[in-house]
């Protein structure tokens, strides 16, 4: 998979809060040590370089989560590299390769490019790339992607059968197989809970298809205008343009990558879920073993991926899935038969 083409859903407009610039040449902020033991001898060492700041990030919280276990179970160390632009980003992968951990970790397509030069230049240093891939494989460095489709279905499901109107829509970024993840799959699981659902897709594209609220929205507004009650937005930092359009006209959303509904209470439904915290873990220790230059695929099975409705604490989640808890029962059923193998999700860009 050409990962360079691929751009990760997580919604950077969340990375609030201040970020210090390091004095010294690179020029973004660096978290301290996180020491896991007061013991020395063979504990392990490991960086995680972050496309953004990190902030309120939930996304990128969950990485940092992720490092900072892998830390405590090999009784070693840590370090965060926030990045804030795209110099910042190199600068940050060449400082992390300069400090010769054990592991430097790196979350997002904007790494892909970089660690293949890296890899190639540095052949003993191991790398692994979270939610995205190089072009080529290196024998030096892990990926972990995510089976979002799997996901996507589910909210499908709660959709179809949460919907009045019979009709699902989605709003996708772009109109290519990679984020066709975010909608084919959100009609395919409507229509295996109610076959007779109508199903459409919007496409924000334009010159910002990440970033264009406004573009998200009017395409959200087409579908809402002709009746269209549930909608997964999968426009990225333009969900909230969705999100507003729902909301004025009554009807309901479906948010990615984290927990959105306390961004939209009473409009969001519920969230696709990327557990990065798991791949980052699972990721390094499978690093650790030897078990590198390899892709690692987390969907359903390997508690990768999952919804906001299907995790704990989801009565305090603010998404509109915890008032319909008979929903959940059929959405469970579901998730385990996808993780059985009984049910397959068909995958859009594996065709």
Do not use: W
């Not at 589910?154 to 984020?179: C, I, N, Y």
């Not at 479906?254 to 306390?262: E, K, L, S, T, W």
């Amino acid at each position: 998979m050409h990962t360079r083409h691929r751009r990760s859903l997580r919604l950077t407009a969340l990375a609030a809060g201040t970020v210090l610039l390091a004095t010294a040449c690179n020029a973004a902020a660096k978290k301290d040590d996180t020491s896991a033991s007061a013991s020395g001898g063979s504990s392990k060492s490991f960086i995680l370089v972050t496309p953004d700041a990190v902030g309120q990030n939930e996304f990128l919280k969950l990485a940092v989560s992720g490092v900072t276990d892998a830390a405590k179970q090999h009784d070693g160390t840590r370090k965060v590299y926030e990045s804030t632009d795209t110099a910042s980003q190199q600068q940050n992968v060449q400082a992390a390769v300069d400090a010769e951990p054990d592991v430097v970790v790196l979350i997002g397509f904007e790494f892909a490019d970089l660690v293949a030069q890296q890899a190639v230049k540095n052949p003993q240093q191991q790398f692994l790339i979270v939610d995205a891939c190089t072009a080529k494989t290196y024998k030096n460095v892990g990926c972990a992607v995510f089976r979002e489709h799997e996901g996507v279905y589910l909210a499908g499901a709660e959709a179809g059968l949460l919907s009045k109107s019979g009709k699902v829509g989605a709003v996708d970024v772009l109109d290519t197989p990679q984020f066709r993840r975010y909608s084919d799959p959100f009609a395919a699981g409507a229509k295996k809970v109610a076959a007779k659902t109508e199903t459409s897709t919007r496409f924000v594209g334009g010159q910002s298809p990440f970033d264009d609220s406004a573009r998200a929205k009017e395409q959200a507004g087409t579908l809402l205008s002709k009746g269209y009650d549930q909608i997964m937005a999968a426009a990225a930092a333009g969900n909230y343009g969705v999100f507003e359009a729902a909301k004025a006209k009554g009807a309901f959303a479906y948010g990615v990558d984290v927990n959105q509904c306390p961004s939209a209470p009473g409009t969001v439904v519920d969230n696709v879920i990327k557990r990065t915290d798991v791949a980052v873990k699972k990721g390094v220790e499978a690093v650790l073993a030897g078990r590198t230059g390899t892709t690692v695929s987390y969907g359903l099975k390997e508690g990768g991926i999952s919804l906001t409705g299907l995790e704990e604490g989801v009565d305090a989640s603010q998404c509109v899935i915890a008032e319909h808890p008979e929903v959940l029962t059929k959405v469970k059923a579901l998730r385990d038969q996808i993780v059985s193998g009984e049910l397959t999700v068909d995958d859009p860009a594996a065709k």
